[in-house]
């Protein structure tokens, strides 16, 4: 296994700076030309590829041109246009009671709070993090996706297992300069090494300070189980 570095505000610099020179170019991959595409893909991303997303949603946003469009279609009809989106279904739901909430309360603008994106149907911290940062340039948090849990647990910077939990945990470590930047890094990192199931321990540039590092190590910290 991987010796941690003493303090894991010392982890969380020395990993963005290893992973800032493996990711020069690391970015948001969901694609969309406007805040409510944005909001959209992001929606549509839970437990779904970006990859996905973004065959879905090259021919969505030609169909649909603003949140009254969204809003006026009949569900069903959003639904099937969703049909290769997991959760299609919750997801249309979600897609046109923002759009609807976007019109009538927001004068079809999409929110620039916290409070009041995350009172949208279906955008949690999360999902209104993505959007703050890049649809408004505000960064008021780190977001924690699927790989940002794991990678942050399994590098020993949280032993927190619900993402709520792990944000706060995250912003006291990471520098507030990176705090957009460190997920694009992990997810990155996820998608290339780091992944669930078999991770690339061998190549990864986090190894030798990885407690989690399998080549002598017995536990996946992200998981608590053996590997």
């Known amino acids: 296994m991987g010796t941690p570095l003493d303090t894991r505000d010392a982890q969380a610099e020395e990993v963005i700076d290893r992973l800032l020179e493996e990711y020069p170019d690391s970015t948001i991959s969901l694609r ?3 805040r409510l595409e944005l909001l959209i893909a992001v929606i549509l991303s839970a437990q779904c590829t970006d990859e996905r997303v973004n065959t879905e949603t090259e021919h969505l946003f030609e169909k649909y041109d603003g949140p009254e469009d969204y809003a ?6 959003l639904a099937e246009d969703l049909n290769s989106i997991t959760y299609y279904n919750s997801k249309a739901d979600y897609v046109k009671s923002s759009c609807t909430a976007i019109v009538e309360d927001h004068d079809g603008e999409v929110p620039d709070t ?13 999902t209104a993090n993505v959007v ?3 649809g408004h340039d505000v960064v008021e948090g780190v977001v ?17 297992e619900r993402p709520e939990a792990i944000e706060p945990e995250l912003m006291e470590i990471v520098p507030e300069e990176h705090w957009q930047q460190y997920t694009h890094l ?5 998608r290339a090494t780091c992944t669930a199931r078999n991770p690339d321990c061998a190549d990864c540039v986090l190894a030798d300070i990885c407690p989690s590092e399998k080549g002598d190590g017995e ?9």
Do not use: C
């Open 186 to 190: 992990l997810i990155d990192h996820g």
């Open 219 to 227: 536990v996946d910290l992200a998981s608590g189980e053996a590997w």
């Open 32 to 34: 969309y030309s406007s």
């Open 132 to 134: 703050l940062q890049h």
């Open 144 to 160: 924690v996706d699927t790989h940002v849990q794991r990678i942050s647990r399994r590098l020993g910077l949280t032993e927190e």
């Open 114 to 126: 916290m409070d009041e994106l995350t009172e949208l149907k279906g955008v949690g911290r999360k």
């Open 72 to 77: 006026a279609v009949d569900e069903e009809e």
